[in-house]
């Protein structure tokens, strides 16, 4: 997955009432998985009062993941519409939770869907929705006497990067995968092989 990706810009949140009912639309970024179900997890635990809190999220994993649930609503009423909204808005590495206080009027399951729905929509508009490039994370340790000239090859390339002066010098960097590598090999270059290169290379 090297192409260029939708996303959103950040945490957004929407609330509106139907019926009595109170729903409230949560989304932000996830970059895994496991950024996706703790957001769903804090999102579940602050609202923990709440009658349902509805999942759903696109990471893109390898492979590429997807999951909804109903969260006790009634099958393919609130899950499936929330998911929905993410596919065909062609978002990913995003986590949305729709939160509902139930007002005591049963909506069935077509006016449920277009509640859910909407709360997944209005937080997306909330958020704002970016285009994204894939990106490698990686770390690089290095002496002291080396520092100034990997800090040198990071700054004139295009990616971002922090540095914490211990006994050595490692510099955590996030750089778009299309020149990632590149940009290893200048380091090990600079450096004639003596940088310590570590990462997970996804993100």
Same mark, same amino acid.
């Given at each position: 997955? @090297? ?15 139907i ?22 997890d804090?999102?579940?635990e602050?609202?923990?009062?709440? @009658?349902?809190?509805?999942p759903?999220y696109?990471?893109?994993?390898? %492979? ?6 109903d969260?006790?609503? %009634?099958?393919?009423?609130a ?5 929905? !909204? ?12 729709? @939160? ?9 399951v ?12 209005e ?10 490039? %894939? ?6 340790t ?13 700054e004139?390339?295009d ?13 955590a960097?996030?750089? %778009? ?12 270059? @600079?450096?004639?092989?003596?940088? !310590?290169l ?6």
């Amino acid at each position: 997955m @090297t192409d260029a990706f939708r996303t959103v810009a950040g945490r957004g949140q929407a609330n509106f009432e139907i019926r009595g009912s109170e729903f409230i639309g949560h989304v932000a970024p996830a970059a895994t998985v496991a950024d996706a179900e703790s957001f769903v997890d804090a999102v579940r635990e602050e609202y923990a009062d709440a @009658t349902h809190n509805v999942p759903a999220y696109r990471v893109r994993a390898d %492979p590429f993941r997807e999951y909804e649930s109903d969260a006790d609503e %009634p099958a393919g009423s609130a899950g499936k519409p929330a998911l929905n !909204v993410l596919q065909q808005e062609d978002i990913e590495n995003v986590a949305a939770v729709v @939160t509902r206080y139930y007002g005591g009027t049963n909506l069935g399951v077509g006016g449920l869907a277009r509640a859910y729905s909407r709360g997944v929509k209005e937080a997306l508009e909330e958020a704002g929705i970016v285009e994204e490039v %894939p990106h490698e994370r990686f770390s690089v340790t290095v002496d002291y006497d080396d520092s100034g000239s990997v800090r040198s090859v990071l700054e004139s390339a295009d990616c971002e990067f922090d540095a914490a002066y211990e006994a050595e010098v490692t510099f955590a960097v996030r750089a %778009p995968e299309a020149s990632a590598a590149q940009l290893r090999d200048r380091i090990r270059s @600079t450096t004639s092989g003596r940088a !310590v290169l570590d990462g997970d290379f996804d993100g």
